[in-house]
């Protein structure tokens, strides 16, 4: 994104060298997801149980660096994060109240890119928060760097999922990232326009007509596109998620990091799959676009792959809408989108009190109040068994009881696909491969080609 204006991130930075004079790169599981989302996590009302807690907005802005208070006997602790991360400032209040002498300061990046940048061109050094908060889709290139980052104590090494886990861990066995939250993947749906296709509109329903594979999801949308002349999903390259996601070794060698992508029949198939589809199926929308918010709204499309946090996005885009509603069910099985992690970076001037905070940020209890808060579902074990969680329902979509169904769903995921260093660049060339053949740029076979091109040229 290029701008004559100062990002958010650049703009602290240039303050902070002027505070400080301290020193000092794309996104959640798909790697322009979330980049231009605009709307707030307020407009992600979930009806809870009795006894679940209010979390408010988040807290946005920048500020200096955490200094070194320990003379005074008090300690600035500094947190960076991005889009919207699900971290609200009552939280940070609550902490600050539990723990006299310290005070939180966010620092709130525009957009991943920025986040990114200033993660890897600052660590090590100087000018990091104490805790940075870390997409998904970057970590394997932040586990390069793992001896620069303080590792997660050992005995809370059983909170999380085991692929959680694993994820983050270096190869002498450090877990070097405190897990927030995943993604596991549902179905949602208008049921007005399912209903004008002759299709099931009941929920249960809907989940048993798109159970199978990727071929039934299609089959089907097949049979809603010959009926009404109209787009069955949003864009192929959002649904590439979540056929790239359930593949174990899509585009590295996990023993030599070699890329092995451009020869991966299991990745050329669902390309092609996916892209015969599409020339039909999709609505050929750009995720994150005006288009494609707009299209939420007014029925532009009648399915999108939905992770919990998509909730909101829809729900804030298409507030006027009755009829969305989420089935529990996926192609193929089980399958994740997003998740990110806290890390504490080593340099920092106050490591083991960012360890505890990051500590208590990343705990149960923590973790249901965002999912409460901004829809983002726990990676905690415990978290994930609560009462709270699983009889969660969203009146916007419906009543649907998102607890239960995202539970399920998390459940049904069997694959954590091996992200090497190189990852997101070949993720981020595959996407612009899918991109030129939705907006007709180029055939299936001529982009193919060209991100074979790419992919070669990645060093």
């Not at 049979?223 to 649904?239: I, K, N």
């Not at 020869?263 to 589809?277: G, I, M």
């Not at 705990?363 to 109040?369: D, G, I, M, V």
Request: proline share 5%.
């Amino acid at each position: 994104m290029n701008s004559p204006w100062l990002s958010a991130d650049d703009w602290c930075d240039q303050s902070l060298a002027l505070l400080t004079a301290s020193a000092a790169r794309n996104t959640h599981a798909d790697p322009h997801a979330k980049e231009c989302q605009v709307v707030t996590r307020k407009h992600n009302i979930i009806r809870f149980g009795a006894g679940a807690a209010a979390v408010g907005l988040l807290l946005t802005g920048c500020a200096p660096a955490a200094e070194d208070d320990a003379a005074s006997g008090d300690v600035t602790l500094t947190v960076g994060t991005f889009n919207d991360s699900g971290f609200a400032d009552e939280m940070f209040a609550e902490y600050e109240e539990l723990n006299p002498g310290v005070k939180i300061v966010h620092n709130k990046a525009a957009t991943t890119d920025d986040a990114r940048t200033n993660f890897f061109q600052k660590l090590g050094k100087t000018g990091l928060s104490d805790i940075e908060y870390v997409e998904g889709d970057w970590l394997p290139e932040v586990m390069e760097y793992a001896d620069l980052l303080a590792p997660v104590p050992a005995d809370l090494k059983d909170r999380w999922l085991d692929w959680k886990v694993e994820e983050a861990t270096d190869p002498e066995g450090n877990l070097i990232g405190y897990g927030t939250d995943i993604g596991p993947l549902a179905i949602c749906y208008r049921s007005d326009l399912f209903e004008g296709a002759g299709l099931p509109t009941d929920r249960d329903a809907v989940a048993e007509l798109l159970g199978g594979d990727w071929a039934r999801y299609f089959e089907i949308g097949d049979q809603y596109v010959e009926a009404t002349g109209l787009p069955f999903f949003d864009s192929a390259r959002g649904v590439w998620q979540g056929m790239i996601n359930q593949i174990a070794v899509p585009y590295e060698d996990p023993k030599t990091g070699e890329i092995i992508a451009t020869e991966n029949d299991e990745v050329r198939k669902s390309y092609d799959q996916l892209l015969a589809a599409s020339s039909t199926q999709s609505a050929h929308l750009s995720q994150w676009s005006t288009d494609w918010y707009a299209a939420m709204a007014n029925g532009g499309f009648a399915t999108m792959l939905c992770p919990g946090w998509m909730l909101g996005v829809i729900e804030g885009n298409a507030k006027d809408v009755t009829t969305w509603d989420v089935a529990n069910v996926f192609p193929n099985g089980g399958g994740n989108w997003g998740g990110s992690y806290l890390t504490v970076p080593a340099s920092g001037a106050n490591v083991e009190e960012a360890q505890k905070l990051a500590d208590w940020l990343t705990a149960p209890e923590q973790q249901l109040k965002y999912f409460e808060n901004a829809g983002l579902f726990p990676s905690q074990v415990e978290a994930m068994s609560s009462p709270i969680l699983l009889e969660a329902t969203n009146p916007f979509f419906n009543d649907a009881p998102i607890g239960q169904i995202f539970s399920d769903r998390a459940q049904a995921v069997e694959v954590a696909p091996f992200k090497g260093e190189l990852y997101f660049q070949v993720a981020t060339a595959m996407g612009d491969a899918i991109a030129r053949v939705e907006d007709g740029t180029q055939d299936a076979g001529a982009s193919w080609d060209q991100w074979v091109e790419k992919v070669n040229s990645i060093e």
